[in-house]
C-alpha cells in the first residue's frame, strides 16, 4: 500500500481543482492507497458540517429530486472507502468559523510536513 | 520522500488575500514547514516577482471606524526567510515584463531565466506549485 498526501487550498463550489482532487483520492483508495488530505485556507469549508441540500428551482426539482452534491457527502463516503485522513488547518478554520465533520481532525503545516516525509508523493493544488 | 529530501515552493498568484491574511499564505506556510525541519526554498514567478521589490508599505486599511494593524510585509518576511536559509529565485523575464529593474529588488535573492527552470526543478525532490 502507498500513501498520497494531497494539499487542497480551494473552497468548494468555485473552481473544478475540488472535483478533480476527490476523484484522485477515490482512484487511489479504489487501487487500496492511502490518502492524506490537508485542507488549508477556503478548503477547510470543504469539511464543514453545516452544509445543506438545497432544491432547483429553475428545475422544478425539490431537496430530494435535485439531490445536490455536497463536498460532505462525498469525503465522508471516501473515508468508509479505505484509509483516509483528513487535517483541516485550524487557524483557516478559526478565521473562518467552520464547524466541521468528526472525521475531519485540526492540524497545522507541520502536521502537512510530518505527512510529506511519510508519504510515497505528494500533490499540492493550491489556488490560482 | 524523507527528512533530506528538498522542496521548491512555487509561487504564482500574488496577493491573494494578503491583507486580510497579513501575508502571503503560501510564503507562510513555506516558512513554517521550514522551521519544522524542512529543506525548501521558493521559486517566484509570474506576478509574485513584484514581491521583491523594495520600498513597498500597504498599511492603513480602514473599514468605517475600524482599522486594521500589522499588515502585511512581504518584503520583510523574504528577508526573514532568507535568514533562515530559505533560497529565494526570481524568474527574470517576469521582473523585465512588469519593468521591474533589478537594482530595485531585495539583495540575496537569485534571479534566473526562465530556462533554467525545469534545470532547477531537477534539483528538487518535490516541487510544491501553490
Known amino acids: 500500500?502507498?500513501?498520497l498526501t494531497i494539499l487542497l487550498m480551494d473552497p468548494p463550489y468555485e473552481t473544478e481543482n475540488t472535483t478533480t482532487a476527490l476523484r484522485i483520492a477515490d482512484a487511489a483508495l479504489r487501487k487500496g492507497h492511502k490518502v492524506r488530505v490537508f485542507a488549508y485556507e477556503g478548503a477547510v469549508s470543504l469539511t464543514m458540517s453545516q452544509q445543506k441540500q438545497h432544491p432547483n428551482p429553475v428545475k422544478n426539482q425539490d431537496v430530494a429530486q435535485a439531490d445536490h452534491p455536497t463536498t460532505i457527502r462525498a469525503i465522508q463516503s471516501l473515508f468508509k472507502k479505505g484509509p483516509m485522513e483528513w487535517i483541516a488547518?485550524?487557524?483557516?478554520?478559526?478565521?473562518r468559523g467552520v464547524d466541521f465533520i468528526p472525521e475531519a481532525k485540526r492540524g497545522g503545516p507541520k502536521d502537512f510536513y510530518e505527512w510529506v516525509k511519510d508519504s510515497t508523493n505528494t500533490l499540492v493544488i493550491g489556488t490560482q | 520522500m524523507?527528512?533530506?529530501?528538498?522542496?521548491?515552493?512555487v509561487a504564482e498568484r500574488a496577493y491573494r488575500a494578503t491583507v486580510e491574511e497579513q501575508d502571503d499564505?503560501?510564503?507562510?506556510?513555506t516558512w513554517?514547514?521550514?522551521?519544522?525541519g524542512a529543506p525548501i526554498d521558493v521559486l517566484l514567478r509570474g506576478n509574485t516577482v513584484n514581491y521583491v521589490v523594495k520600498g513597498q508599505e500597504v498599511s492603513g486599511l480602514t473599514f468605517g471606524e475600524v482599522s486594521f494593524g500589522n499588515p502585511p510585509a512581504i518584503e520583510h518576511d523574504l528577508q526573514e526567510m532568507m535568514k533562515e536559509s530559505i533560497k529565494i529565485y526570481v524568474v527574470r523575464e517576469d521582473l523585465e515584463t512588469r519593468g521591474i529593474n533589478p537594482s530595485d529588488i531585495l539583495n540575496g535573492t537569485h534571479l534566473i531565466s526562465s530556462k533554467e527552470i525545469a534545470g532547477l526543478y531537477d534539483q528538487y525532490d518535490q516541487i510544491w506549485h501553490w
Not at chain 2, 499564505?25 to 506556510?29: A, D, G, I, R
Not at chain 2, 513554517?32 to 519544522?36: N, S
Open chain 1, 1 to 3: 500500500m502507498k500513501t
Open chain 1, 89 to 95: 488547518c485550524g487557524m483557516c478554520v478559526d478565521e
Open chain 2, 2 to 9: 524523507n527528512a533530506n529530501s528538498k522542496i521548491l515552493s
Open chain 2, 25 to 29: 499564505t503560501v510564503l507562510w506556510f
Open chain 2, 32 to 36: 513554517t514547514v521550514r522551521k519544522a
